[in-house]
């Protein structure tokens, strides 16, 4: 930020960086992953966007979730996106996720001065089957089955803990990923907006939203048009 005096204190006051204050999860089942997480994106005191998607294609088969400042995590995401595309077109061969894993690793390590991103990445691949990497700020990175991030996450990491299971059904994970978001949603006033959920497996990814209700379905005509939303299945490329 330029600090020059000559710049009208009003203007100096308005330079906010748009960040992600967020709830973020990730977990292996039996046969994939299942990621998590809100869509509220805050600057400062406001509400920035209340239908962000955070669970962000990296390539068919591995999403990452992102928290930290909006800009820095679209930048970053679109970037190894881009670099995992490009590998894919000269390989021939899908990309493992422990690679994508990598790629943030470096170059969250390598701006790790100035970026403000945490990064949760998870997918499926051949070689490895169901994986689940978290990339925290300073770009350590770490494999774990079970993996949380966010402001939103310090209300809910003893339920996940204590609820989650090594080889749990897919259901049972998405329920409780609903329930936990819930509670984020709830107790942490960064966090809100809907509940995004992505189930990949060996035959695709799978998309869901559910809605802050008793139902967790849209109780507004016309809501899931507006999200694009529902269930929704998308078969993976050969």
Not at 95 to 111: H, I, P, Q, S
Not at 203 to 222: L, M, P
Request: glycine letters at 10%; proline letters at 1%.
């Amino acid at each position: 930020m330029n600090n020059s005096s000559w710049l009208d204190l009003d203007l100096i006051n308005s330079f906010t960086p748009v960040e992600c204050g967020t709830t973020i999860m990730a977990a292996e089942f039996d046969g994939g992953v299942v990621l998590g997480a809100d869509s509220r994106t805050t600057a400062a005191g406001h509400v920035a966007n209340r239908i962000a998607d955070k669970v962000t294609r990296i390539t068919d088969n591995v999403y990452c979730c992102r928290c930290g400042s909006a800009a820095d995590t679209q930048e970053l995401a679109e970037v190894v996106s881009n670099l995992m595309w490009h590998r894919e077109m000269h390989t021939g061969e899908q990309t493992l996720v422990r690679d994508v894993a990598t790629e943030f690793r470096d170059k969250c390590y390598d701006g790790r001065k100035y970026l403000c991103a945490g990064i949760i990445v998870g997918g499926w691949d051949d070689l490895h089957g169901a994986q689940v990497y978290n990339i925290s700020l300073g770009g350590m990175m770490m494999r774990e089955q079970l993996s949380y991030g966010g402001s939103g996450s310090i209300y809910i990491s003893g339920m996940l803990r204590d609820g989650y299971r090594p080889n749990m059904e897919k259901e049972e994970l998405v329920l409780l990923f609903r329930s936990a978001l819930k509670q984020a949603i709830h107790h942490d006033s960064f966090s809100g907006g809907v509940s995004r959920i992505a189930i990949i497996t060996k035959e695709g990814i799978e998309r869901r939203v559910y809605y802050n209700t008793s139902t967790g379905k849209a109780q507004a005509r016309g809501t899931d048009v507006l999200l694009g939303c529902g269930e929704t299945k998308k078969p993976r490329k050969s």
